[in-house]
């Protein structure tokens, strides 16, 4: 089986704008690479403007499509609509905002400051609010249609996680934001919805969640009842699917894509899995026997 391989036909994204946020690294380079492939324009926004400056030339180079490159502090709403209208001005309209810039690190609750779980609120939550808010009403006062915003989330959004409290409370809050705009900004001709992945490895995630060796310590992939971490194509192919017109009767939905991870730790009796197969049978005739008592 390829994990690389493209899903969608080509030009499926043909004269779209898509805003995505983080799109400098990551996971949101890798869903820009497949965006522009695809034929749409993207804006890609960040803190760190040379990081976007040299993303836009090797993408550019490598998928032949259009990036422009806005320096864009999520935190900071001013900064918000300045990136708005500099997309609006470059290519007219924007017809997708991918919410995926996040902050994020491991840390015992108690050890954080008041300072440092905001950071990560207001990254995550705060900043999703800030895109979100300034592309709504952008859209609304231009009564413009057929738009789409698409969050990344994290499978512990539902779940809760000890030591990321701040971000599995944002990521939540991101969710029941994805959720409730889904039906109030419907009638303005918007789609809502959210992808929550497993274990993709990125440098920023992978520094920050698994410093050191807890990388060989913790191996994720053994979490994972497919055995495998994601590949970056196949959470691409999925977000090209959601920005597209073909996913145009969902909304509300959050999709998770983590090889069954979540649920892994969910189901009650799953640690039966560690059972060999040569067991089962006195297993078996054990219960039986109990039966027939
Ligand atoms: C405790 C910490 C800390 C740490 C920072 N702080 N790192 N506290 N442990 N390891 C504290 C600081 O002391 C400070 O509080 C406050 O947090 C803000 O820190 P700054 O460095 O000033 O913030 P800033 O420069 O804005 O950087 C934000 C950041 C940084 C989140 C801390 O890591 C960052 O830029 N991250 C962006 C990329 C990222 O995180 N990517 C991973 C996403 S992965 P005081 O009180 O001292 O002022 C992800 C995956 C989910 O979301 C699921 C995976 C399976
Ligand atoms: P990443 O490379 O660190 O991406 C985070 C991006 O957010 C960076 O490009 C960063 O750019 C940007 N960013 C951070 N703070 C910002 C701010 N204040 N304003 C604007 N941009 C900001 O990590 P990633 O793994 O690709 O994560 C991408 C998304 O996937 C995140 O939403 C993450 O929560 C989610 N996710 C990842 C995994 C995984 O396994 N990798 C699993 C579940 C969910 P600058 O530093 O230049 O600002």
């Known amino acids: ?10 030009d499926a994204l043909k004269g779209k704008t898509i805003v995505v946020t983080g799109g400098g690294s990551g996971l949101g380079k890798a869903m820009t690479t497949y ?51 500099a997309s609006v001005e470059a290519f007219g309209t924007v017809d997708v905002l991918l919410n995926n810039a996040a902050g994020n690190f491991i840390s015992p609750t108690e050890r954080l400051s008041a300072n440092a779980f905001d950071t990560i609120i207001d ?59 889904a039906v109030e900004w419907a009638k303005y001709g918007m789609r809502f919805n959210a992808i929550a992945p497993g274990p993709f490895p990125t440098k920023g995630a992978w520094d920050r969640l698994l410093p050191g060796d807890l990388k060989e310590k913790f191996d994720l992939s053994k ?28 909304n509300g939905e959050v999709i998770t894509i983590d090889g069954g991870e979540w649920l892994k730790g969910a189901g009650q009796m799953n640690m039966l899995e560690e059972i060999p197969q040569e067991m089962w049978d006195m297993l078996e005739a054990m219960i039986r026997a109990k039966k027939s008592k």
Not at 150 to 166: C, D, K, Q
Not at 224 to 247: C, T, W
Request: proline letters at 1%.
């Open 35 to 85: 965006f522009l492939e695809l034929g749409a324009n993207v804006v890609i926004t960040s803190r760190n403007m040379e990081k976007l400056k040299a993303v836009k030339t090797e993408l550019e180079d490598q998928t032949g499509g259009t990036v422009l490159s806005v320096q864009c502090d999520v935190r900071n709403y001013e900064e918000v609509e300045a990136m708005v209208a």
């Open 1 to 10: 089986m390829d994990l690389k391989a493209k899903m969608l036909r080509d």
């Open 223 to 250: 979490k994972v009842p497919l055995k495998r971490v994601g590949e970056h194509q196949e959470l691409a192919n999925l977000a090209a699917y959601l920005v597209s017109d073909f996913s145009a009767y969902i």
């Open 123 to 181: 990254i995550v939550l705060k900043g999703t609010k800030n895109c979100t808010l300034a592309f709504g009403k952008h859209w609304i006062d231009k009564k413009e249609k057929n738009k789409v915003v698409l969050n990344i989330v994290t499978t512990y959004a539902f779940t809760g996680s000890a030591y990321v409290v701040p971000s599995a409370a944002a990521k939540a809050g991101v969710l029941a934001m994805t959720r409730s705009l």
